[in-house]
C-alpha cells in the first residue's frame, strides 16, 4: 500500500517479489481499522456506523416505549455493543476530518434516543445530559488524553519520546492542510480541557522473586467497629498497643486533600517532614506517598525497629495485595523496604480524628504542608483528572444552552435518577426535555405549532403543566396551591398523582 496525499499524476511505486509484482491496494484493513492511501479514514468511517446501525437493531427490539427495557439497562447495551466500536481505534483515526468524523454523531444520538426514548426533535444537547453521555467529540477528546498518558507513563514505549516532543510544530501552523501527528494534536486537546501538561510517574517493575519481602502487619486495631467505639476506647488500646511495642520507634504517616492542595507527612518522635503533591493526586496518593516519605527517612537513621502507622486502610490493603497492586508508590515502597533489610518494620492501621497524639500532628502536619518537590502524578490519577476535566468541558458547554428548557430544570449534567417503569420513564424523560408528540410533531412535518384553545397561546409542556387555565383545579387537586414552576413539578422523581394529573388532562397518551 502506497501513502501518499500527492495530487498530481505520480506513479505507485514497483515491489516485486521473486520475480512476481506485489499488487498496490486502496485499502487494507489492519487491527480492525480500515487504512486508505491518503490516510483520511472515510473509508473505516463509514464501514464502523455501518456496523453500528446493525448493532443498534438490538436495542431497538428492547426498547418499547411502552413495555421496554429501563434506560439504565439499555445504556449498558449502548455502552457495551455501541460505544465501545466507536471508542477502538480513537488514537489512530481520530486525525480524520471534522466533516468525516461527524458522520457518527448520528449513530450516537440514535442509540442515545432509543435508550431515553426521547422525541426525535430533542436538542443534541439535551439529549446528552438526559442520557448521561457527552458528545462524541468529547469522548474522543478524553480517550486521546488518556492515551497520552499512558504512553507518557512508559518510557519503553515505542512512541513515548516522539509524543511528548513532536516534531514538525510550526509546519502544521502554518500549513493548516496538513494532518498534524498526535502528540501536536493532543497539545490542542490539552488547552482546550484548560490542563497544564505534567509529568506522569513511569511505571515501576515489579521485584523479582529473589528480592521479594514479606511485609509485617498488625492487625490490633481492625476488629474495632469505628463507628459503635468511643475516642477514649481506642486512646486506652493504642497506649496498651504501645505499651507492648515501647521498643518499636513510633512513625505516624497522613494525607490530606482540599480543592487545591495535597499534602504528605510523615511524624516522627523528634521531627516532621511534610510535603505538597500536584493538586491532582488523590487522597490515596497521599496517604501512600506519606508511608514511602516514612520508609525514605528510615534508610538514612539506621532505626532497627519502627512502626509506620496510617489511618488509610486502602494504604494498608494495597501494601497487603502489591503483587496485584500496580500503583508506583506501593511498588516503590517495596523496592525501598527491601533494601531495610537490617530493620525490622512493621506496619499498622489504626483509626483516625480519634485523638490518638501522633495522628492528629500527622493530619495537621499534612493539611498545612508547604514543602513542594518535583510535581508528580501516578497514572490512575491522571487519568481521573482527564475524566474530571471533560466533566467541566461538558458543564461548560451546556451553562451556553441557557434557553434550553431542559437546562431550566437540570442545570447541572449530572441528570436524574431511573424509573423502573419504561413507560413512566419516557413520558418523563420527554417532559423534561420539553419535546413531545403533542407540542413538536409539528417540526417533523412542517406544519404550525399547535394553539392552545383555551389561552390562545403556543402550546408547551409548560403551559400544559403550570399556566393552562384549564387544568386549575385538577392541578390544585393534584399538586396543591403552591406550584411555582416546571423545577417543583420535574425536578425530581414525581409520585403517582403526577401520572394520575396527566391521564386527566389527556395529555398523558399524547406525549
Not at 242 to 255: A, K, M, V
Amino acid at each position: 500500500m502506497h501513502f501518499c496525499r500527492r495530487r498530481g499524476l505520480h506513479p505507485d511505486p514497483d515491489f516485486q517479489l521473486n520475480g512476481s509484482p506485489i499488487p498496490i491496494v486502496q485499502e487494507t484493513k489492519f487491527l480492525g481499522i480500515i487504512f486508505d492511501t491518503k490516510l483520511t479514514f472515510r473509508s473505516h468511517i463509514k464501514h464502523l456506523k455501518t456496523k453500528c446501525i446493525r448493532t443498534l437493531n438490538i436495542m431497538k427490539v428492547l426498547s418499547s416505549t411502552s413495555w421496554g427495557a429501563d434506560k439504565v439497562s439499555l445504556m449498558r447495551i449502548y455502552r457495551s455493543l455501541v460505544r465501545s466500536k466507536l471508542d477502538y481505534g480513537v488514537p489512530v483515526y481520530g486525525s480524520a476530518a471534522k466533516s468525516t468524523l461527524k458522520m457518527l454523531d448520528s449513530v450516537h444520538h440514535q442509540g442515545l434516543r432509543i435508550a431515553t426514548g426521547a422525541f426525535r426533535t430533542t436538542p443534541i444537547p439535551s439529549l446528552h445530559v438526559i442520557s448521561g453521555e457527552p458528545s462524541l467529540e468529547l469522548r474522543r477528546h478524553r480517550l486521546s488524553l488518556s492515551y497520552f498518558y499512558k504512553i507518557k507513563s512508559d518510557e519503553s514505549h515505542p512512541q513515548h519520546y516522539k509524543v511528548i516532543n513532536p516534531i514538525f510544530g510550526s509546519l502544521f501552523s502554518v500549513r493548516l492542510s496538513f494532518t498534524p501527528t498526535f502528540g501536536f494534536r493532543i497539545g490542542e486537546v490539552l488547552r482546550y480541557f484548560e490542563i497544564e501538561d505534567f509529568p506522569v510517574v513511569s511505571n515501576v517493575e515489579d521485584p523479582p522473586p529473589w528480592k521479594e519481602t514479606q511485609l509485617d502487619f498488625i492487625d490490633d486495631f481492625l476488629h474495632f467497629l469505628k463507628p459503635s467505639t468511643s475516642d477514649i476506647v481506642f486512646q486506652q488500646h493504642f497506649y496498651d498497643h504501645r505499651q507492648h511495642y515501647s521498643d518499636y520507634i513510633p512513625i505516624y504517616t497522613d494525607g490530606s486533600k482540599s480543592d487545591n492542595h495535597v499534602g504528605s507527612a510523615a511524624v516522627f518522635p523528634d521531627f516532621t517532614i511534610a510535603e505538597t503533591l500536584h493538586p491532582f493526586c488523590s487522597v490515596y496518593t497521599s496517604e501512600l506517598y506519606a508511608i514511602y516519605l516514612g520508609l525514605l527517612k528510615i534508610s538514612t537513621l539506621n532505626f532497627k525497629k519502627a512502626i509506620i502507622y496510617t489511618d488509610s486502610r486502602s494504604g494498608i490493603n494495597a501494601l497487603r495485595s502489591a503483587k496485584h497492586n500496580k500503583h508506583p508508590l506501593v511498588m516503590q515502597c517495596l523496592h525501598l523496604h527491601h533494601t531495610l533489610k537490617k530493620s525490622k518494620i512493621k506496619y499498622c492501621w489504626i483509626p483516625g480524628h480519634v485523638g490518638i497524639p501522633g495522628n492528629e500532628r500527622a493530619d495537621k502536619a499534612a493539611k498545612s504542608a508547604n514543602a513542594s518537590r518535583e510535581a508528580f502524578v501516578p497514572l490512575i490519577d491522571a487519568l481521573q483528572a482527564v475524566k474530571l476535566s471533560q466533566h467541566r468541558v461538558w458543564q461548560r458547554i451546556w451553562d451556553g444552552q441557557s434557553n434550553n428548557k431542559l437546562y431550566k430544570i437540570q442545570p447541572s449534567i449530572k441528570g436524574f435518577g431511573n424509573l423502573t417503569i419504561r413507560k413512566h420513564d419516557v413520558i418523563l424523560t420527554r417532559l423534561r426535555v420539553g419535546h413531545t408528540f403533542l407540542t413538536h410533531r409539528h417540526l417533523l412535518h412542517s406544519d404550525p405549532a399547535p394553539i392552545c384553545n383555551g389561552c390562545n397561546c403556543i402550546l408547551s409542556v409548560e403551559h400544559i403543566l403550570c399556566q393552562c387555565k384549564n387544568f386549575y383545579s385538577q392541578r390544585q387537586a393534584h399538586f396543591g396551591a403552591h406550584i411555582i414552576d416546571l423545577i417543583d413539578i420535574l425536578g425530581t422523581n414525581p409520585g403517582v398523582n403526577f401520572f394520575t394529573f396527566l391521564k386527566e388532562v389527556q395529555f398523558f397518551k399524547f406525549i
